[in-house]
């Protein structure tokens, strides 16, 4: 199998002299992080497998990888499993970024702290605040 | 919680919990009925039983196999494959049904004998099927009929046949989705990993969860074939039992409908490591999205782009023609499961109809999470509603169409409100770019039909209308329709053949005719 990287696709980007860290507001997160879900629920199917610890997985496996897209980092998808992971989160990059323009601005500390904020926003509505009595059935 | 009480169903308290109204400010942690329990007795509902979950959705839409229900004739009738799941080799599956005929003797002396004796006569009757499922149903289970051990006597006996048993007896479940886990479990148990398939691309799929209803599967088909995919397997619309034993060699599940198939996913995922990949078959954004990503996971991107242009190009100016017709009306969107999900956003993102509720007769909670999810603020979600609640809903949402089956859809009817069968279909495929124009033209047709306001007038005490003439969908649709869009030259209306069915056929046949790829020969 082919590792594939976001090198290949995406401009390089050149080092710079490390600046300090600047978040957005909290007030902006939450709007960009309910943002971000909308296209989640609308369009996505991967976040809604049917047990719990199944949901977690594939949040923190397809975020991450996302995340990892977003900032134009190396994904390493020789494992088919992760490939299919990686299929699903380079998809949803790259809605992110014809969606949102604001995202071209940001930089990975922020682009890190977003979908982070992100990560637990999905784990509260599809896994630890969800209504879905069949999440603990120990018979898949 | 914003649980919405039914009147009709004050009786019957425990229904409370069943339906919500998804509004602004409403999301999964507040909004979600329950779902996938046992109907309430009191409330007559729609359901099928387990047997029927596992015979008639999963079982029986494989085509080359003697389907063969132990138990009373009346069960294997009320599951006969009247549901439009074709197959390209004659309709086998679709033209007879089996049943080891169990009477009442039969279930005081044990009808194991009966059964060996039916599969044998079966067989001879159809010498050129070697393959047959044998169905357990409740009474038969109850006697303790061993379904294997007779099974296992006639492939002694007959060493070209093989037999597979699905044990999913009426009252194994809530509903016809108890079925559909037994049958994926009992089929990976049993059957999966029996058969080494001749591997003839570098790129091969299981297609899961897809039932060929009216042609969808072999519209996929034609898409994959394009695409150079080997589809080892299609679980189980137009599949061959064969095939099916080899889906342990595929490189990527593609899974459809999750409720009925993702259980054989999961476990191929664990048991060889085959990876699941949820895709939306319906719509041109979800399609093309979704044949994207089985592009990128085999690194042929291209081959989907190609795909995704030439029918976007083809079809776009159709369905846009459509949607321009159908801003406003308001749906009932109440199939049996994933269409729930399926459709609800896409529906209205590209036909331009709005969803005001969504029902699931035997869904999971999981399956209302993704259509509630989808659906817009106000809707109306129900979990396995009962016919009067299907009737003071429709009294209190007033829709200009519902898309359902025929059992509630024909009590629609009764109350003059058109329904569109988005089970067995009204006239499609519905998969495909294509495909989805045929939906909205269905859409069309029955919420612009003439018969609606003809159908209004009772001869007996009514006036009739002598001073208007002939009236057509055209008319009533373009009444209120802004002239420039009503009279836009580059939208057209469907322009495709009644049955797109045989080119499609015909298209495969001339690929292998010229010896090229085929995804599933």
């Known amino acids: 199998m082919t590792i594939v990287t976001q090198q290949s696709v995406l401009p390089q980007h050149t080092s710079a002299p490390a600046l300090p860290v600047v978040l957005e507001p909290d007030e902006v997160t939450a709007a960009r992080v309910e943002q971000l879900c909308e296209v989640i629920m609308k369009k996505c199917l991967w976040q809604f497998h049917s047990r719990s610890w199944d949901r977690l997985r594939q949040n923190e496996r397809i975020l991450g990888m996302t995340t990892s897209l977003l900032k134009d980092e190396q994904v390493d998808v020789s494992d088919p499993l992760d490939r299919c992971y990686w299929v699903d989160a380079r998809y949803l990059a790259e809605s992110y970024r014809e969606r949102f323009e604001w995202f071209h601005d940001m930089s990975a500390e922020q682009i890190d702290h977003l979908l982070s904020a992100l990560t637990e926003r999905l784990n509260v509505l599809t896994v630890t605040k969800s209504l879905n009595e069949e999440l603990t059935d120990q018979h898949y | ?521």
């Open chain 2, 1 to 521: 919680m914003p649980y919405h009480e039914f009147e009709c169903s004050k009786c019957i308290p425990e229904r409370l919990r069943h339906a919500v109204r998804k509004t602004e400010g409403e999301d999964l942690t507040s909004a979600l009925p329950l779902g996938y329990l046992n109907t309430v007795p009191g409330s007559i509902s729609e359901r099928g039983c387990a047997y029927c979950g596992a015979k008639h959705v999963i079982g029986t839409p494989m085509k080359d196999v003697i389907h063969l229900s132990h138990g009373p004739v009346g069960c294997t009738y009320d599951t006969w494959q009247t549901k439009r799941y074709i197959s390209d080799d004659g309709n086998f599956q679709l033209k007879y049904t089996f049943a080891s005929d169990v009477k009442e003797a039969h279930i005081i002396f044990g009808a194991e004998g009966l059964l060996k004796q039916n599969i044998l006569d079966a067989f001879a009757a159809f010498p050129h099927i070697k393959r047959l499922t044998v169905y357990q149903t409740c009474g038969t289970a109850l006697i303790g009929d061993d379904i294997e051990a007779v099974a296992q006597e006639v492939m002694d006996e007959l060493p070209d046949v093989d037999i597979f048993v699905c044990n999913s007896p009426g009252f194994a479940g809530p509903s016809q989705s108890g079925g559909h886990h037994k049958i994926n479990i009992a089929w990976i148990n049993q059957k999966v990993g029996t058969v080494e398939p001749e591997i003839t691309s570098d790129h091969v799929i299981n297609y899961v969860g897809e039932y060929n209803i009216q042609g969808d599967q072999e519209v996929m088909l034609d898409f994959f074939d394009r695409m150079g995919i080997q589809v080892l397997s299609t679980f189980t619309g137009n599949g061959r039992y064969d095939d099916l034993r080899a889906m342990h060699r595929a490189h990527l599940n593609v899974l459809e409908c999750a409720r009925s198939a993702e259980y054989i996913c999961n476990e191929l995922r664990v048991r060889y490591g085959i990876p699941r990949l949820d895709i939306d078959g319906f719509g041109f954004e979800p399609l093309g999205s979704s044949l994207r990503k089985i592009g990128m996971f085999f690194g042929i991107e291209d081959s989907a782009e190609k795909i995704i242009e030439e029918e976007t190009a083809r079809w776009k100016p159709e369905l846009e023609w459509y949607r321009e017709r159908l801003r406003g009306t308001r749906v009932c969107l109440w199939p049996g499961g994933s269409k729930l999900w399926h459709w609800a956003n896409v529906i209205q993102e590209e036909i331009g109809v709005d969803v005001v509720s969504v029902y699931t007769k035997f869904g999971h909670q999981g399956d209302m999470e993704k259509g509630i999810a989808r659906c817009g603020n106000g809707a109306l979600a129900i979990d396995d509603p009962n016919e009067l609640e299907g009737l003071e809903a429709l009294e209190m949402l007033r829709p200009h169409l519902i898309l359902t089956g025929k059992r509630p859809g024909e009590v629609a009817k009764k109350v003059r409100v058109p329904y569109l069968n988005v089970h067995g279909y009204h006239n499609g495929p519905y998969k495909g770019f294509e495909g989805w124009v045929r939906l909205a033209r269905d859409i069309y047709n029955a919420v612009h039909s003439p018969i609606h306001s003809l159908s209004a007038l009772d001869i007996s005490k009514d006036e009739i209308p002598t001073d208007r003439g002939f009236v057509t969908r055209r008319m009533l649709s373009d009444r209120d329709l802004d002239p420039q869009i009503a009279n836009r030259a580059d939208l057209r209306p469907y322009s495709g053949r009644f049955d797109i069915i045989p080119e499609i056929r015909a298209r495969r046949a001339e690929r292998v005719a010229n010896g090229e790829f085929v995804s599933a020969p």
